[in-house]
């Protein structure tokens, strides 16, 4: 993280941070203040643009930091709504912005998810933008209903295996994040069961609470109302560690399946092209603003941690997900449009 921002014994504590990251896995953002471009942002408004609709977790996520960079900046950083196609639309408005700075992206799981099930994309993730960093995550949790019986992984997969197409799953839709993360695990084990859709988790986590459906994932925020209500059997979580979660969950990992994790992210973009300066400076305010111990815990109250990179460990990021969901789509014979 940036030194100017840490305490004065910041060298011990930026050390013990960047220990902590690199344990996580997570790149440790530049030390070093990074210089402010000149000019930038002055006096012009700085919009960010959400390609969903308001009210949403990517939304909300958004609009914290807004906050935080008027604030930082002492000028005008709004949200513009931009919603459809899947997070398309919005997406596509900041590939054809002009590279100044003043339209940024956030950007949600759903971009990396499109292109493997999309067959004309009307731009291209990897060269379209210039990453600036992830901003935060969510585990999905794997659930069960409870007329299904089923208290642990290892007795769901028993299941599975020894009944192929006996038991169903929900999901929000062919090629959202919840339909491919249970189609992972699936491939993961080696088992089938029959896809049931609905129009959002909502109504999904409605079915199974009910008994309708079997078995579904769904992000953490929403699932564990459920869960902690006894309204379904919550059985693990999709991430690698339960940091800034109040749960007794395990991880699938530590419940056998090692190294398995399908995250819920959100991060921030810019249009190819944008000067480096810019997007270092932005980086380091984004990492300034998601260090502030309101920012977090609201953050925490929606099952997400700050995991704050640098635009090329960003990248990076974003390119192990298009590979994962087109594997995904390729291995699972899904018919994309």
């Known amino acids: 993280m940036d030194r100017s921002l840490l305490p004065n014994c910041g060298r011990l504590v930026h050390r013990m941070m960047a220990g902590l990251l690199a344990a996580a896995g997570l790149a440790v953002p530049a030390a070093d203040t990074a210089a ?39 000028t005008s950083v709004i949200i513009e709504n931009k919603p459809g196609a899947g997070g398309n639309i919005g997406a596509e408005y900041i590939a054809r912005s002009k590279p100044d700075g003043y339209n940024l992206l956030i950007g949600a799981t759903s971009l990396a998810n499109a292109p493997a099930m999309t067959k004309n994309m009307r731009y291209d993730v990897t060269s379209d933008f210039e990453p600036i960093s992830l901003l935060a995550t969510t585990p999905l949790v794997l659930m069960v209903s409870n007329k299904s019986g089923i208290k642990t992984v290892p007795e769901l997969i028993t299941r599975l295996k020894s009944k192929p197409d006996a038991l169903n799953y929900g999901s929000s839709g062919v090629g959202t994040s919840i339909n491919l993360s249970t189609l992972m695990f699936l ?20 079915a199974l609470a009910s008994g309708e459906i079997d078995i579904l994932f ?21 991430g690698m560690d339960r940091t800034n979660l109040k749960t007794e969950l395990p991880t699938l990992s530590e419940s056998g399946l090692q190294n398995f994790e399908s995250l819920t992210w959100i991060g921030m973009l810019a249009p190819a092209g944008t000067p480096k300066q810019i997007v270092t400076w932005v980086n380091s305010e984004v990492a300034a603003v998601f260090q502030d111990p309101d920012v977090i815990s609201r953050l925490a109250g929606m099952g997400f941690s700050p995991k704050i990179t640098t635009p090329q460990a960003f990248g990076e990021f974003i390119r192990n997900e298009l590979t994962k969901a087109k594997q995904l789509v390729t291995a699972n014979n899904i018919s994309i449009e």
């Open 187 to 206: 491939n993961r084990i080696g088992a089938q069961a029959v896809h049931i859709q609905y129009k959002g988790s909502a109504p999904a986590l409605t």
């Open 218 to 238: 769904d992000n953490y925020a929403t699932a564990m109302q459920f869960v902690s209500s006894g309204q379904v059997k919550g059985l693990a979580l999709t």
């Open 36 to 74: 402010q471009p000149a000019g930038y942002p002055g006096s012009g408004r700085v919009s960010l643009v959400v390609p969903f609709a308001p009210g949403g977790t990517t939304d909300i996520v958004a609009r914290l930091l807004a906050q935080g960079l008027s604030k930082r900046w002492g």
